[in-house]
């Protein structure tokens, strides 16, 4: 192969690869964020989180020196991908934080979500003595191989939490 034949055929191959936009967008708890087919709020927290008195397992408790907070969350997609408490992730003032999976703490937990809408709460776990500060959400789709396929989305949004919230 000639080089300069050489040089753009990977130029070529390097740009197909890095066709996938990234959409970053942030907003207050209770704002819909949105990026191509997907729609995601955190719609409340919940600083009082019920643990259940027959937590045999733990998988409901905050570890030692930790405590829980709930997000209420809701994610509609048109992607087919599963959406699941795995995309979601939290900041604290302490730095340390994550979501608790699995968890039992509400009835109405949000669990997974391919094609649609679903709302629940996903429960998290920050130290004692600290605030969430964010409550984070990434989601990719490269979309298919098949022609005219235009799903491609990656999502980066954050929801700053205020004292009030």
């Keep these: 192969m000639r080089p ?3 040089l753009t055929t990977a130029v070529l191959a390097l740009a197909g690869c890095a ?3 990234v959409t970053e967008k942030s907003g207050s708890i209770g704002d819909e964020l949105t990026a191509k087919g997907l729609k995601v709020t955190v719609k ?3 600083r009082h989180v019920p643990v259940p008195e027959s937590d045999l397992s733990g998988l409901s408790s905050p570890r030692a020196g930790h405590r829980l907070v709930g997000a209420r969350v809701r994610v509609c997609s048109d992607h ?3 959406i699941g408490t ?3 992730g939290v900041e604290s003032s302490a730095g340390e934080a994550r979501v608790k999976f699995p968890a039992l703490n509400y009835d109405d937990r949000f669990e997974s979500v391919r094609d649609g809408c679903e709302a629940g709460w996903l429960v998290l776990e920050i130290p004692r003595d600290s605030n969430v ?7 990719e789709d490269t979309g298919s191989n098949q022609p005219g396929d235009n799903s491609d989305v990656d999502a980066r949004f954050s929801w700053k939490v205020s004292a009030e919230d």
Excluded at 133 to 139: E, G, I, L
């Design 4 to 6: 300069a034949l050489a």
């Design 19 to 21: 066709g996938l936009g």
């Design 44 to 46: 409340r927290l919940d």
């Design 80 to 82: 087919g991908q599963a």
């Design 86 to 88: 795995y995309d979601f």
């Design 133 to 139: 500060t964010t409550v984070t959400f990434r989601f």
